[in-house]
């Protein structure tokens, strides 16, 4: 008989708990406002105004922390990412920017977790980014210095050919000479003009 | 015959210094011109010479794979991946060979002993040791392509580096170039299975090996392009390989997708030998398996092998 | 002067001499060379069949003695640059009776060195794509080019002060060979007549070709060593390879023409041209290029040893006190001490004592390109053992074949063309005839024939 007693007294009381506990989750409840950015493009940064008030709509909270996520899939595979995170002001206005990377329609999730809660609150939308045809990751390596190029291994090399040809074409002027000795009678004008 | 009129070298007429001073051919600049000019005249086919020839021999580009691989909007796809050593054990979990070689060794039909990707155990500070699994790092000012002289190894729009082995002449000076020790040579007869004598040759597909080229990891761009993951990420059974898209900004290991740029920064991506400024396409993740529950101190990890050797019976192989 | 035309007819008795008699043991010597040559055909088949696996190259150590063997060709070729156009355009009379030797040496080294990175490659089948689909930013390439521009240059410049000598072989050996000669040197002496006009041609195009030659040559080798210091490898990663490839190359240069003056001197009974003080003269360059060399390797190994990054300390023990010491100290000791304490010491400073030098210098230069190539690739890039290398019969026969063909082409050329310059010799002794006369004589042969002997 006591013991029916004291455990009906624990149930009680429990239930009390929870009914405030609950009560007082259900007094902290926070109202998520987002106001999602505009025409959005690949490449341009992309703001979502979130502002973090009670319930009632009567206080802001600030200093809550604010996470980003979005819907991606990626090689078949699909899932949540995290995208950015912001800090509410004293207005409970945080910006969450990110840069979006892929066009098409984008699930949005904007997640406050309470201190002293388990459930986080959170707001779900979607918006389309447009695409773009340019690259944004633009690989670099080495450096551009203008007129210093392979160009001058080019005319080193160019340069280098002609003079070996010039001696080239003397070896056929000594040839050239070695006939016109043989045959003294023809005679040749740059024998009259060159030798002076 | 005296002396002096003997020979035309200036340098041995030594008394007289008028002649000295005129070490040069005295000429008229009107033959001088001509002699340059019939010299430029000759010079100049040969620099016509090699595209003459290249226009000649070439029924297609030979470096050519098709279009590059291209996000939703035509963006060109930038691959990357990101390794995160928090998850890899080597493979010492599992009790197997590292998983990550053995399926990048049967997709391609890597001849024995080449390992691709390959597990390096490194030790850290305290006699700890992690391991490394070791891809090609396409790097992005990468030395290897830098110094082939015929152009076999090339970067890709998608900023993989891939190597023809129509073109490649052994030369391997690509190999004492890279700083990784990610590129194998092919010595003798390739030890292969036979179905890989069935394989349609591609850039993208070094299947089948050819004797006397040099090969390495390609991130399986023919994969990648048609949104799949190539055999290393698809094989590690803790997920420690993501395969990603840095033009997207995105990567996945097969079952967790995240924002690569973000997940680099937030775990303090670092890249292998960064100092030397090759720029590559790989970043780590430090840790040493710790997530799967390794040890630092444990030992021991099963040695990779190939699964033809049998049949490869009486081909010659080579030490690594 | 009566003096002058016999002693020039003995000079040029003694360098037809060669040409015209051909001994038993000249035949012997060619079919050894031969043998040696067959034989290394027959590995390199080998090779070809089997695929590079013949040899004891890995991909860890991807290159080996070919790749040596190249390098030290290369170099022995600056031996021709040194003698013939350096100390021409210094105007060093006592280079004459040395030239030829030295500019026959440059060509047949420039072709073997050439050979020997076709014997290395994977696939000589390909070798046209290095003309059709060529690089210029690669080292590789500006090897090729530089290679060619120099032997196109060399072969110039080896062909052109020979003109008047291939003249005199024409004139004077009709009749003594066969035919087909003759008409190669009618060919090749490109109707030399000794006109003032084909003087000045040949003088010009000499001079030009001196000059130019010295650049394309000291190019030749740095972008050889580039092959190496373009990489990131910590033994080669290093700004000063250019300059100590090419001291290098200079010095093995040097030497290996000494050897050669030394043994053709023997063979051929050159005592009376080539004198103890050439020997002693090019002993000097040697010890010069050795306290050169000396100074490269303390630059190089103070510097890197004093810091001792990651690879270098790996490097350092392997060269120093582990598998490759006894290479490096007898390439620093037996090659850079010892020969020019021999050259510079009185007792030894003699024609053995500086052959014996030249020798040591000529082996432990090999031996440095060797352990270049070798330890360079050996210090591990990650966390592996380091690998080694020894190099299979393949190898050692296919290099013996090139020395025996290094050999074989210079012996050929001694039987075609005349090993020493004659004309530049017999021009030399007379200025030094003329000079060493009372003053008046030089002035009495100053004015000059219009048009003759001015460059």
């Known amino acids: 008989m006591k013991s029916l007693v004291g455990v009906g007294l624990a149930a009680v009381i429990l239930a009390t708990t929870v009914f405030v506990v609950g009560g007082s989750a259900e007094a902290a409840h926070v109202d998520l406002n987002v106001a999602p950015a505009g025409e959005l493009t690949v490449g341009s940064p992309a703001e979502t105004q979130v502002t973090l008030l009670t319930a009632d709509g009567a206080r802001p909270v600030a200093g809550a922390v604010l996470t980003l996520y979005r819907e991606a899939s990626f090689a078949g595979t699909t899932g949540e990412v995290e995208m950015g995170r912001a800090i509410t002001d004293e207005n409970g206005v945080a910006v969450l920017s990110y840069e979006p990377r892929a066009a098409g329609e984008h699930q949005m999730r904007v997640e406050y977790l309470p201190t002293d809660a388990t459930e986080p609150e959170e707001a779900t939308w979607s918006q389309s980014v447009a695409g773009t045809t340019h690259q944004l990751h633009q690989s670099t390596s080495g450096i551009q210095v203008p007129g210093l190029n392979v160009w001058i291994l080019m005319a080193v090399l160019a340069t280098v050919w002609t003079i070996l040809l010039s001696v080239a074409l003397r070896v056929i002027a000594i040839a050239r000479d070695g006939r016109e000795v043989d045959m003294p009678e023809s005679v040749a004008l740059e024998d009259v003009k060159g030798t002076a | 015959m005296t002396g002096r009129n003997d020979g035309g070298s200036g340098a041995s007429d030594r008394d007289d210094t008028s002649r000295e001073s005129a070490q040069l051919p005295t000429v008229s600049r009107r033959s001088v011109l001509r002699l340059f000019g019939m010299a430029a005249v000759g010079a100049a086919p040969l620099i016509l010479l090699p595209p003459v020839l290249r226009k000649a021999s070439e029924t297609g580009r030979v470096e050519s794979r098709g279009e590059p691989a291209t996000g939703p909007d035509g963006r060109i796809r930038q691959w990357t991946m990101i390794i995160d050593l928090r998850f890899c054990d080597g493979c010492q979990s599992q009790g197997t060979p590292p998983q990550c070689t053995t399926a990048c060794i049967e997709g391609h039909f890597a001849p024995e002993p080449m390992e691709w990707i390959q597990i390096f155990e490194q030790e850290l500070p305290g006699d700890g040791t992690q391991f490394i699994p070791t891809p090609c790092q396409q790097c992005q000012n990468a030395p290897c392509v830098n110094v082939c002289p015929v152009g076999a190894t090339f970067h890709t729009p998608e900023g993989t580096v891939l190597i023809d082995q129509d073109r490649c002449i052994g030369c391997r000076i690509c190999m004492a170039a890279c700083p990784y020790d990610r590129r194998f040579f092919n010595w003798g007869d390739p030890p292969v299975p036979p179905e890989a004598l069935l394989a349609d040759y591609s850039t993208e597909h070094q299947v089948p090996a050819k004797k006397g080229t040099v090969m390495k990891c390609d991130f399986c761009p023919d994969m990648a392009r048609t949104g799949t993951l190539p055999y290393c990420v698809q094989a590690c059974p803790n997920g420690a390989i993501y395969y990603g898209d840095i033009e997207e900004d995105v990567a996945t290991n097969g079952s967790d997708i995240v924002t690569a740029s973000r997940f680099l920064s937030e775990n303090h991506a670092y890249q292998l030998k960064e100092d030397f400024g090759t720029k590559p396409r790989v970043y780590y993740v430090a840790g040493h398996g710790e997530a799967v529950g390794r040890d630092v101190y444990t030992e021991g990890r099963q040695p990779t092998e190939w699964p033809w050797i049998e049949r490869a019976e009486g081909s010659r192989t080579w030490k690594r | ?455």
């Open chain 3, 1 to 455: 002067m009566e003096e002058v035309s016999v002693w020039r007819d003995r000079l040029e008795q003694t360098a037809l001499a060669p040409i015209t008699k051909t001994s038993v043991w000249y035949f012997v010597w060619v079919a050894a060379l031969l043998a040696i040559i067959g034989w290394g055909l027959y590995a390199y088949s080998v090779q070809l069949r089997d695929g590079l696996v013949e040899t004891g190259m890995r991909d860890r150590i991807s290159w080996g003695l070919y790749i040596t063997t190249f390098v030290f060709f290369i170099g022995i070729s600056h031996a021709g640059t040194l003698i013939s156009a350096i100390l021409r355009v210094s105007q060093a009379p006592w280079r004459t009776p040395i030239t030829r030797m030295a500019e026959f040496i440059t060509v047949v080294a420039l072709m073997c060195g050439a050979l020997f990175v076709i014997i290395d490659l994977g696939r000589p089948d390909r070798l046209l794509n290095v003309i059709i689909h060529g690089r210029w930013q690669s080292p590789i390439i500006w090897d090729v080019l530089a290679i060619t521009t120099y032997l196109t240059a060399s072969t110039a410049y080896l062909f052109l002060p020979m003109i008047p000598d291939l003249a005199l072989l024409r004139d004077r050996l009709a009749g003594r060979v066969s035919r087909w000669r003759i008409w190669l040197y009618s060919l090749l002496s490109v109707r030399w007549k000794g006109s003032a006009e084909q003087k000045r041609s040949m003088g010009s195009a000499i001079t030009v070709a001196m000059i130019l030659i010295i650049p394309i040559a000291v190019s030749v080798h740095t972008v050889v060593s580039w092959i190496f210091a373009m990489t990131l490898r910590a033994p080669w990663n290093s700004t000063i390879f250019g300059a100590f490839f090419v001291a290098g190359a200079l010095y093995s240069g040097v030497a290996a023409l000494i050897i050669l003056m030394a043994i053709l001197r023997k063979v051929y009974h050159l005592e009376e041209y080539l004198k103890v003080k050439h020997f002693i003269y090019l002993g000097y360059l040697l010890a010069t290029f050795a306290l050169i060399m000396i100074y490269a390797n303390i630059s190089e190994f103070t510097v890197t040893g004093y810091k001792l990054e990651a690879g270098e300390e790996f490097h350092f023990r392997q060269l120093f006190l582990n598998e490759y010491a006894g290479f490096f100290w007898f390439y620093a000791l037996a090659g850079l001490v010892l020969p020019p304490l021999l050259i510079l010491m009185p007792w030894t400073r003699n024609i053995w004592g500086i052959v014996a030098a030249s020798v040591l210098v000529v082996a432990a230069m090999y031996v440095e390109r060797y352990y270049i190539v070798v330890t360079g690739l050996r210090v591990p890039l990650m966390p592996y053992d380091p690998s080694s290398y020894s190099p299979s019969w393949v190898e050692i026969s296919v290099v013996a074949a090139g020395f025996a063909l290094f050999a074989l082409l210079i012996t050929l050329f001694i039987k075609i063309f005349p090993i020493i310059a004659v004309w530049e010799v017999v021009e030399e002794h007379e200025s030094e005839e003329l000079s060493s006369a009372a003053p008046p004589l030089v002035t009495q042969s100053a004015p000059e024939p219009a048009g003759g002997g001015n460059l």
